[in-house]
């Protein structure tokens, strides 16, 4: 039996503009509701491809640089947050 692994989930930055829209490094924007609604989808993948990857689901830690820390505070204090649903 393997033990499981904490897991880091790091955003990158890339700017916040006003307006409520995050702009990546690629082509599409998204609101931060759909930034947050995308960290939840990825904790959902890694729950049902537990068995792949180990994941200690209860140890998911969040962090990030510039407007990628401010999304993993906007997650950690619960605005609309996806990973408690």
Do not use: W
């Not at 503009?17 to 890694?46: C, M, R, W």
Request: charged share 15%; aromatic share 12%.
């Amino acid at each position: 039996m393997s033990s499981l692994i904490p897991f880091l989930q790091s955003q990158f930055g890339g700017g916040a503009a006003s307006g409520n829209t995050l702009f990546p490094d690629y082509n599409k924007s998204y609101t931060i509701e759909e930034q947050v609604e995308n960290i939840g989808n990825f904790t959902h993948y890694l729950d049902e491809h537990n068995a792949t990857y180990d994941a200690d689901l209860n140890n998911i830690f969040i962090c990030g640089r510039s407007a990628g820390g401010h999304l993993a505070s906007v997650v950690a204090t619960g605005y609309k947050n996806a990973l408690q649903t």
